[in-house]
């Protein structure tokens, strides 16, 4: 019995060795080569970045005051244009009117007082140099009028300065532009401490807008100045605007998140982009969807990067077939009839996908990227192979998977 079944076994092996000796040499006779190919032309070959920023006027001035009041009138709202100087807003100036003529009265008494000092000093001195008076005396007189001049000087200083708290009560533009916020109403209380309140924010030009976009520190290391960009707002989802990059902010803008297990720290830096708005579509605080092309050019010869990849090897060629090759650390091959030659090329940039040209091979030349080779019609398994070496092909002696070529 046990003889018997290594008998069996054996005559299965020789059953399976054969079927594989046939497969062997009957395939290949079988087996049919597609090659894929493109055509070298022109185009563009471009990387990018992409972050997320808000629409913000280039210049931007917060108008505040001073002084604690009440908001007496305002002449402006939202959305009014203004000129530099024009009146925006007063308080009320009873109580800075009371504390000016309070100072101005302790300024004329000062005044007085110094004067008369003054003229008792200048005799003083005359006597005390013809000995007419003693020391003690002219000393006294000296003293009488440094001190009222120094009361003098002071009472100067605060009359001064209560002139200008009266004029801070007219509350004027600094700039030309446009009024994008105003934070009191009229009759309301500002109370001027250790920060200005803000009344008003002041656009300057919505023509001229800019975008501040935070891009994260793994992609700042590729942002320039004059990079071209572009972006979106989902107030005009159809539209995408044009802009350049015109200053990278070297303080890091950083935010954190956290999840309900973890927590961690995201750095990125302020790039901020021209943003023309002649048509006045984009408004401040619109929040932007950016892109920076770090890699930007246009209208130049290229080829896929898989086509660099492509050599004729077995068993991408037949025995008929004939291969032309050459010296050059890059090349691309063309096909014709049976004859695959290979052409040195001089490549520039490339974004991963395709690959400028920058000599070797003229426009229009149709090269080959790819080959695939299938079986012929009627056999039950099909095989990809390409010229590019993968971990991931498939045996031909593996079984097809449910579904796939079924017999009709």
């Known amino acids: 019995m046990k003889k018997k079944k290594i008998i069996l076994i054996a005559v299965a092996v020789v059953v399976v060795a054969g079927v594989g000796v046939w497969f062997l040499k009957e395939s290949p006779a079988k087996h049919k080569v597609t090659y894929a190919t493109a055509t070298v032309s022109k185009g563009e070959i471009s990387n990018s970045v992409t972050a997320t920023g808000t629409i913000e006027p280039v210049t931007e001035v917060e108008v505040g005051t001073q002084v604690s009041g009440i908001i007496d009138k305002i002449y402006v709202d939202y959305n009014s244009t203004v000129t530099q100087g024009e009146l925006l807003a007063e308080m009320d100036r009873v109580t800075l009117q009371s504390e000016l003529a309070s100072q101005k009265a302790t300024y ?46 002071s009472s100067k200083a605060s009359l001064a300065k209560a002139q200008r708290n009266l004029s801070y009560a007219t509350i004027t533009s600094p700039i030309n532009g446009v009024v994008i916020s105003r934070a009191v109403e009229a009759g309301q209380t500002v109370a001027s401490g250790f920060e200005t309140p803000t009344l008003f924010t002041i656009a300057a030009d919505l023509t001229q807008m800019q975008v501040v976009a935070d ?37 890091d803008a950083s ?19 021209s943003a023309p708005n002649p048509d006045l579509k984009l408004k401040p605080r619109l929040t932007a969807n950016v892109t920076i092309y770090t890699l930007d050019k246009k209208d130049v010869l290229s080829v896929p990067n898989k086509a660099l990849r492509f050599t004729p090897e077995v068993p991408l060629i037949g025995k008929n077939d004939i291969v032309k090759d050459c010296e050059g650390e890059h090349k691309v091959w063309t096909r014709e009839g049976t004859t695959f030659t290979a052409h040195p090329v001089v490549v520039g940039i490339s974004n991963g996908v395709s690959t400028e040209i920058i000599s070797g091979v003229a426009e229009g ?25 993968s971990s991931g092909e498939k045996s031909p002696f593996m079984p097809t998977p449910p579904g796939r070529n079924k017999k009709k």
Not at 219 to 240: K, L, S
């Open 215 to 251: 891009v994260d520190e793994a992609d700042i290391g590729d942002i320039i100045e004059g990079q071209r960009a572009t972006f979106t707002v989902d107030a005009y989802p159809n539209d995408t605007f044009e802009g350049k990059v015109t200053q990278i902010r070297l303080g």
């Open 108 to 153: 004329d008494g000062t005044k007085a007082e110094y004067e008369y000092q003054k003229k008792n000093y200048e005799r003083s001195k005359a006597l005390h140099d013809k000995s007419l008076i003693s020391d003690t005396e002219y000393e006294q007189t000296l003293y009488n009028y440094q001190k009222a001049q120094s009361a003098f000087d």
């Open 255 to 273: 935010s954190s998140s956290s999840s309900s297990s973890s927590s961690s720290t995201v750095v990125t830096y302020e790039v901020v982009i």
């Open 365 to 389: 030349t149709s090269i080959i990227t790819e080959a695939t080779i299938g079986v012929m019609p009627g056999e039950n398994s099909q095989v990809a192979v390409s010229s590019e070496k």
